[in-house]
């Protein structure tokens, strides 16, 4: 079975500067999307970005990017110019690219904007 | 997400009695899932469904069942609700796109 671990359960920030959200995933696949999720007190689910593991280049999605290391099964987000609106837990999650299977999820990281 | 309601949004309700939980998606979606939200645990897959009448057990699947009789509609029920399905219940759906998801915006469910 898959696994997805986020080793930081809570990350504070000043505004404008740059913080990096941690996720390693365990898994025997070769083909598989992973993605990282934010949500707010609000508890919608809001899709940050994307990365499918056949492709090497790093997702990026304006001040929003990943660092895709799929020989370390390491897919961390990186976060430039926080803004307050930033604040939220984040999610990091897993699906294979085959079948049916739903998204496994981490547990979550806290993310607090200093202002 | 635009596509996907849930309903109720929030529910309170007695420990034993039965409960039922609906998620409408208007995007022809084959794929639907029901995950439920808990404090250090994210999200947990609880049942999916690939197709009308076509469902599977997820992670946390014990004490809880799925019906899908349409293609818009995937229905998770409580048997016999207990304290420890108080939770937050997210249905989420997908097209052909395997990286494309959608999410409803959570049920409340608390069990006294």
């Known amino acids: 079975a898959q696994t997805v671990t986020q080793s930081q359960p809570e990350m504070s920030v000043q505004e404008a500067e740059t913080v990096t959200l941690s996720c390693t995933y365990d898994?025997?696949?070769?083909?598989?999307?992973l993605f990282w999720y934010k949500q707010p007190p609000s508890r919608q689910m809001i899709l940050v970005i994307r990365q499918e593991a056949y492709k090497q280049q790093n997702a990026t999605e304006n001040r929003f990017s990943v660092n895709f290391q799929k020989a370390a099964k390491s897919f961390s987000l990186k976060i430039s110019d926080s803004q307050l609106g930033d604040a939220a837990m984040y999610f990091c999650?897993?699906?294979?690219?085959?079948?049916?299977?739903?998204?496994?999820f981490g547990k979550g990281t806290h993310l607090i904007i200093q202002p | 997400d635009a596509g996907i309601t849930q309903s109720p949004r929030h529910k309170v309700t007695e420990t034993g009695t039965p409960v039922t939980l609906r998620c409408h998606q208007t995007?022809?979606?084959?794929?639907m899932y029901w995950y439920r939200q808990d404090p250090g645990h994210g999200l947990r897959l609880i049942h999916y469904?690939?197709?009308?009448?076509?469902?599977d057990k997820g992670e946390v699947s014990d004490g809880y069942s799925v019906s899908r009789s349409k293609t818009e509609d995937f229905l998770l029920t409580l048997e016999s609700a207990t304290s420890s399905q108080t939770s937050v219940y997210f249905c989420s759906s997908r097209g052909a796109d395997p990286g494309e998801l959608f999410f409803g915006e959570g049920s409340r469910l608390t069990v006294l």
């Open positions: 995007e022809n979606h084959r794929y």
């Open positions: 898994t025997s696949e070769s083909d598989y999307y």
């Open positions: 469904s690939y197709g009308v009448k076509d469902t």
């Open positions: 999650a897993y699906r294979s690219a085959r079948g049916a299977d739903g998204l496994t």
